[in-house]
């Protein structure tokens, strides 16, 4: 198994742009999430998914967007980048929606927004 | 806002020496989980403790948890300079999602 991978590992945009940041798992788990981690701060939790066709928004959502048409991705959309997403954005997954599970993060994206 | 907060932020020690890191929450769980960060790199699951529990044991890692003080810490014995890394709390509660302190960042001189 890869477990949980994301692309791209780097990205620079330019206020104003969009992109889509990757994440894929093959474990077969129902529950997915984003996270952002910036210093000092922690990981937050932007949005999840409990299953294929379920999302909902954590603690920092705005300006993000997430869809789950399948169980194996989970894609978070910048819909307009700010500098203030300047970031390190983890796509995490496990098995159970409940939390009594061990959760798999991928290696992470670093973005910039200048 | 965070729920765990680890303490301390930082912690430098000599290897061979233990290490404890401590963590507090806010609201009730069901369980608290402990995880790794190597520098540059994705969060690895060390080990997970249940409301019902008060110690759990993983190799040279020694967890408790006091949910009268929600409280939990993390205790690793014999330090090695390998075991350098942020080492974060995450606690669950009854909905699905799991929230993380800010980290401790732990340094082993070899």
């Known amino acids: 198994n890869a477990g949980v991978t994301q692309t791209p590992k780097f990205q620079v945009l330019k206020t104003g742009q969009s992109m889509t940041l990757q994440c894929a798992q093959d474990m077969n788990h129902e529950y997915m999430s984003w996270y952002r981690q910036d210093p000092g701060m922690g990981l937050r939790l932007i949005h999840y998914s409990v299953g294929a066709g379920i999302t909902d928004q954590g603690e920092v959502p705005n300006g993000y967007n997430v869809s789950r048409s399948t169980t194996e991705d989970f894609p978070l959309r910048l819909l307009s980048a700010a500098p203030s997403q300047t970031s390190v954005y983890f796509c995490?997954?496990?098995?159970?929606?409940?939390?009594?599970?061990?959760?798999?993060f991928g290696p992470g994206t670093r973005l910039t927004v200048t | 806002s965070q729920q765990g907060e680890e303490d301390p932020q930082a912690l430098s020690i000599q290897e061979g020496e233990n290490a404890t890191m401590n963590c507090s929450y806010k609201t009730s769980i069901n369980n608290l989980q402990w995880y790794r960060q190597n520098s540059g790199r994705g969060l690895v699951h060390l080990i997970l403790i249940r409301s019902n529990e008060r110690e759990k044991h993983s190799g040279r890692l020694r967890v408790t948890l006091d949910t009268s003080k929600k409280s939990s810490s993390l205790l690793i014995t014999a330090s090695r300079a390998a075991d350098t890394a942020s080492y974060f709390c995450a606690s669950g509660g009854s909905n699905y999602k799991l929230t993380f302190g800010k980290g401790t960042l732990l340094t082993v001189n070899p």
């Open positions: 995490a997954s496990r098995t159970h929606r409940g939390t009594l599970d061990e959760q798999y």
